[in-house]
């Protein structure tokens, strides 16, 4: 993700085209998480399923914790990443607490493990990719990984993976085993639609 963040193939992007399609991309996170995923005990990787396992535990919105949570790893990344990139996610994680506030009384759309782990995969990855695309993030622990892969010799997928390793198997005993092989299988599939959709 760093070379993407540094890439100056998308700087002729304006910033009102870009604020759109955040809007989009963290409006469709907060479908999937919200409408699909949640109600479902299957969680994200990340700041989003650390919130996911504090909201169930708690009963407080999902929302507040994803913007709580958040907010301390962009202003970490802030003379790192650079002014845009920050106020760009900034920017996302708002719509996306605001969005996943607005969903939290519907119900989930469907029940079925494989819709629920291929659309809300889908979706999530989609939503997750173009915000990455347009210049910003929903996610506190990539900002920490892009921190610490320049000043180690691990590299930001394998630090990623190795905090969602911890967030997935605390999800075994909060949900169960069932629910954690689904988020899991989830997670594969949110990663590889956002790789599809930031190429």
């Known amino acids: 993700m760093k070379n993407y963040v540094l890439n100056k193939r998308t700087d002729y992007i304006s910033i009102p085209k870009r ?12 479908i999937a998480l919200q409408l699909l995923l949640m109600k479902n005990n299957v969680i994200d990787g990340g700041i989003v399923g650390v919130s996911i396992i504090l909201s169930h535990l708690t009963s407080i919105e999902v929302g507040f914790f994803l913007l709580l ?11 790192y990443l650079g002014n845009r990139f920050i106020l760009l996610s900034l920017f996302g994680i708002v719509v996306l607490s605001f969005f996943t506030h607005l ?23 989609l939503g997750v990719g173009t915000v990455i695309r347009y210049g910003g993030s929903l996610d506190g622990t990539e900002i920490l990984a892009i921190l610490f892969s320049g000043r180690s010799s691990f ?24 629910e954690a092989v689904f988020s899991l299988a989830t997670f594969f599939v949110a990663y590889k639609t956002i790789d599809f959709s930031i190429k």
């Open 155 to 178: 590299t930001i997928g394998q630090i990623v993976m190795f905090i969602n390793l911890f967030i997935f198997i605390s999800a075994i005993f909060i949900f169960g085993l069932k």
């Open 69 to 79: 949570l958040n907010t301390p790893f962009f202003f970490i990344g802030y003379s």
């Open 19 to 30: 604020l759109l399609f955040i809007f989009c991309g963290a409006m469709l996170v907060a």
């Open 103 to 125: 969903l939290e009384p519907f119900p989930s759309i469907s029940q079925n493990p494989l819709i629920v782990i291929f659309l809300g995969g889908g979706l999530l990855g």
